[in-house]
């Protein structure tokens, strides 16, 4: 079976940083890569995602997403973070075939200080 | 068009009852999987359903069941209810399933165990 790691649990940058919050999955097929976003007291919402093709992914809210299969790593980035970004963030991993649904990182709590 | 909607919200059950959540899809979305969120375990994977057939399932006891209408709206039901139950139970849906296209999550069901 698949799972995530997300290594930064707790990350707290100042508006304008630039961000990366790192992802590394482990299994040997196909995979399907995702990140969400959980703003407080709001519901999960997909932030980009990767199936095949151009491994620089573009969301929302000017977020990218690099998939190196070397590395078995997605990486989320933003080059200048704003105090909305506040957030949680999930990396998540679905195999090729599609069992097992999603299988989700612990999650990266981040917090912009204004 | 309306998103994913969980009912109820909150609840609260005694140790040992049995419980029904609620989960209907996004219109003409047809695959329904269910998640477990909780502080220390995170986002795990409880199973899905594709036209009223389990087609996953995570590691969880027979106690978690679920089953799908012809709708497509789904229900989760759990028995004989534990402590270690008391947690955010989410519900996904998608177009298709098998590889996982862009799950939109509800705001889930708060599920305190007393």
């Known amino acids: 079976a698949q799972s995530v790691s997300q290594h930064n649990h707790h990350v707290i940058l100042s508006e304008a940083a630039s961000l990366e919050l790192g992802c590394n999955y482990s299994y040997g097929g196909t995979v399907n890569l995702f990140w969400y976003v959980q703003y407080p007291g709001q519901h999960l919402q997909l932030l980009l995602k990767y199936f095949s093709g151009d491994p620089l992914v ?12 070397s590395k078995f790593s997605f990486n989320l980035r ?3 973070v704003q105090w909305s970004d506040t957030a949680e963030y999930f990396c998540a991993v679905n195999a090729g075939g599609g069992a097992d649904g999603l299988t989700f990182g612990k999650g ?7 | 068009k ?5 009912t109820p919200r909150y609840l609260i059950k005694t140790r040992g009852q049995q419980v029904t959540l609620s989960c209907s899809p996004i219109s003409g979305h047809r695959s329904v999987s269910w998640y477990q969120q909780t ?3 995170g986002l795990q994977f ?3 359903y594709f036209s009223e057939t389990q087609r996953n399932k995570g590691n969880f006891p027979g106690r978690f069941s679920g089953r799908q209408f012809s709708n497509s709206r789904s229900e989760m039901n759990v ?7 008391s947690a955010l139970y989410l ?14 999550f509800g705001s889930g069901t708060r599920l305190t165990v007393v």
């Open chain 1, 58 to 69: 573009k969301g929302i809210k000017g977020f990218e997403a690099e998939f190196i299969k």
């Open chain 1, 78 to 80: 933003k080059p200048s």
């Open chain 1, 108 to 114: 990266t709590h981040l917090i912009i200080q204004p």
């Open chain 2, 2 to 6: 309306a998103g994913v909607t969980q």
């Open chain 2, 39 to 41: 502080p220390g375990q």
């Open chain 2, 46 to 48: 409880l199973f899905e």
């Open chain 2, 79 to 85: 028995s004989t209810l534990e402590l270690g139950d």
């Open chain 2, 91 to 104: 519900c996904a849906s998608s177009h298709t399933t098998g590889r996982g296209y862009g799950y939109t």
